[in-house]
Each structure stands twice: as C-alpha cells, then as structure tokens.
C-alpha cells in the first residue's frame, strides 16, 4: 500500500523583502468510503496511512464491532478509495443507530449529548493508575520530537498510546478523531493491553475526542491544546483524567486530578 502522508509542491514565498520560489511539502488529503456487509456505511476525509487500522478503530468507535474477530474480511482499494468490510454479525446493532443522538436520564448531565451508539461503547474508566507529573510533560515533548511528518507539513495531528514513560505507539492524520481511530484499530488489530496506558493527543479535546478516548478504554488523556466544557463534563462522567495545555514545564489538569502525581 503507498502510504503517501505529504506531496512536495512548488509554491511561492515571502521571505520579509522578496517573493520567490521554492518547494514545500503539503499534507496529503484523501477520500475514503467505507461499506459494510455491501452497504455505503460512511466517506473519511483522511490521511492515507495505517488505513487499516483506522477502518477498524472507526468501526468500533461506532458500536459495528468490539472485537477485530467480528470482521469477516476487510478490503481496501487505496486507488479507488474505497474500504470494503464483511462482517462475522451480518446486522450489526451499531447500523440501526449510527449517528442518532439519544436523550438519556442517567446520573452525569452531559450524558444528554451522547450519540446513542456512544451509549452503548463509551465505558466509564474505574482503575485510577497514576501517573507522575513530570512524565506528562516528558511524553508530550517526546511525541512531538518524533513528530516528522508535522513537522515537514505543518498540518496534520498526532495521538499516541504510551505506558507512564514511553510512547508505545503513535499516528498521524489530518484529522485528529482519525488519529485516534487509527491508535483504537493498531490496539484491537495487535490486542494491546490497555491498562495503565496513556493517550498523549496534539488536538483540542472536544466531547466527541473525550469520547474516542473513553471508547479505546484509556482514564489518562494529556493533550497541548484546551478542552472544551463539554468535554470535561464527560470526563467527569466517564472517570477521565483531562489534561491540556501541556507546554514547556506547566499543564493544567481538569478532571480526576488525583491519576496525576508529584
């Protein structure tokens, strides 16, 4: 599969006294539409890396499996931008109810918000590991180190999966909901233990980020962007530590502030 992230273009720039020209290297946006069991399911605008991963973090993002055993076959057609998926559960329940919101009575008023899928996948993170604050700072600082591809295009997100200490995994994507969802698919597809495990995000944390995270099963997101209220009503909710503005040496934690130590 070519996994081509950026294109060098041929532009024109300023440099403070005089235009001229140069080469850049732009982040590669593609199409892809997703079916399921036959049926148009949903179209990703995406990066085309790791497009396996992320059909099946995608998918089980939006209730249509929990398990990668669940899915049959998986097919993709980079050229065509296709993805084509046969699952083991030819009706799945997620199909019904993709992208319908569900008004909910449960304890947590921003449970309201919820799609009804996320009813059923986002789960409540109970272990409270922690983690030293110092490391938050330190694995955020690594995930941008090792960021090449932002750093060549300047437009795409980074996620990683890491322990309290090292980066166990990362993506990228011009999407930053993509990123996760490849980070979801690469644990389900290699069955990863996620306990203990942080997400480390270079994104703002909106519900729908908050969300993903609470789906992949992580209680731990640290990010260099700011939350958004809702999502830190769900944070509440859901048991997650949110962590944001993580930049130099200071973080601001907002949610279950007991997982971050001295």
């Given at each position: 599969m070519n996994e081509e992230v950026m294109e060098q273009r041929t532009i024109i720039r300023y440099n403070g006294e005089s235009l001229s020209e140069t080469n850049d290297q732009i982040a590669t946006e593609y199409a892809m539409t997703i079916y399921v069991n036959g049926e148009e399911f949903a179209t990703m605008v995406c990066t085309p890396s790791h497009l396996e991963e992320l059909v099946i973090g995608f998918l089980a993002s939006e209730?249509?499996?929990?398990?990668?055993?669940?899915?049959?076959?998986?097919?993709?057609?980079?050229?065509?931008?296709?993805?084509?998926?046969e699952l083991v559960n030819k009706t799945p329940a997620g199909r019904e109810f993709h992208s319908k919101r569900f008004i909910g009575s449960c304890c947590g008023k921003s449970r309201q918000f919820y799609f009804q899928n996320d009813v059923?996948?986002?789960?409540?993170?109970?272990?409270?590991?922690?983690?030293?604050?110092?490391?938050?700072?330190?694995l955020m600082k690594k995930m941008q180190e090792s960021s090449t591809d932002f750093q060549k295009t300047g437009g795409l997100h980074n996620a990683a999966l890491c322990t309290t200490d090292d980066i166990v995994i990362a993506h990228s994507d011009i999407g930053r909901h993509n990123a996760l969802d490849k980070i979801y698919g690469h644990c389900l597809k290699n069955r990863i233990?996620?306990?203990?495990?942080?997400?480390?995000?270079?994104?703002?944390?909106?519900s729908e980020v908050l969300l993903k995270v609470s789906k992949i099963g992580v209680g731990i997101v640290?990010?260099?962007?700011?939350?958004?209220?809702?999502?830190?009503?769900?944070?509440?909710?859901?048991?997650?530590?949110?962590?944001?503005?993580?930049?130099?040496?200071?973080?601001?934690?907002?949610s279950h502030a007991d997982r971050i130590t001295e």
């Open positions: 209730g249509m499996i929990r398990r990668v055993d669940e899915i049959e076959s998986l097919e993709i057609n980079e050229d065509r931008g296709f993805a084509y998926t059923k996948t986002a789960k409540t993170i109970a272990k409270k590991s922690t983690i030293p604050v110092k490391n938050c700072l330190t233990p996620l306990r203990g495990k942080v997400i480390v995000f270079s994104g703002r944390i909106s640290l990010s260099k962007s700011a939350p958004t209220t809702l999502a830190i009503e769900l944070a509440h909710d859901l048991g997650i530590t949110a962590c944001g503005f993580i930049r130099g040496n200071s973080l601001n934690i907002y």
